[in-house]
């Protein structure tokens, strides 16, 4: 709830400072795209120029971000077959611990090291 509130607020203070830049920015020319032409301000036109390359950025990192959600799929299915190969799998063939080898601790065999 307070990242929404925080985000809105953030959100609500670019708006205002691109309103404030469009507004400072009041020089105008000609804009010629290849099929029309348009007269805008500078502001204006830096902010339409800054939100085109934040969209393109985005496309850019789309395949990037799809390509991340896959693999989070695919390890989420691991996961959970190996979850169901553990919870199906009997109590003695799943090793909980390392097993250390036993040495001989009977007091009557000699050791063999002793004279």
Do not use: C, Y
Not at 48 to 56: D, N, P, R, T
């Amino acid at each position: 709830m307070l990242r929404r509130v925080a985000f809105g607020i953030v959100l609500a203070f670019l708006f205002l400072l691109a309103l404030l830049f469009t507004a400072l920015n009041q020089q105008s020319f000609d804009v010629d795209i290849a099929f029309a032409e348009f007269e805008v301000s500078s502001g204006l036109a830096l902010l339409i120029a800054f939100a085109a390359g934040l969209l393109a950025g985005a496309f850019a990192r789309s395949r990037w971000l799809a390509e991340l959600l896959a693999e989070r799929g695919r390890l989420r299915r691991a996961l959970q077959l190996a979850e169901r190969r553990l919870v199906g799998a009997p109590l003695n063939s799943v090793p909980s611990s390392p097993s250390l080898p036993s040495s001989p601790s009977s007091p009557s065999s000699p050791s063999p090291n002793a004279h």
